[in-house]
């Protein structure tokens, strides 16, 4: 799946799937990745990741997965894997 760095920061690699990039603005993204290193994620995977799920108004669903090394995906929920 091609994806799109948008930022590094605090060593976390993140990026943004082109359908959330299409979807929402840079500061919507930016916000949700503020809001995840906040506040951590909502729910954690059986492998210790952990994944966090934000409505960005009406049936607009970004989520926020980390993956193994720490890294974090912006996308929308039809893009990802759901392993």
């Known amino acids: 799946m091609p994806q799109v760095r948008i930022m590094m920061k605090a060593r976390r690699s993140v990026v943004a799937t082109p359908g959330a990039g299409q979807q929402f603005t840079p500061g919507e993204l930016a916000g949700c ?3 995840y290193l906040e506040r951590g994620p909502m729910f954690v ?3 210790g990741t952990g994944v966090a799920i934000y409505e960005l108004g009406e049936g607009a669903v970004l989520v926020v997965a980390e993956d193994a090394e720490g890294g974090l995906t912006l996308s929308m929920p039809q893009e990802l894997e759901w392993n």
Do not use: A, E, N
């Open 33 to 35: 990745f503020k809001d």
């Open 45 to 47: 995977r059986g492998d």
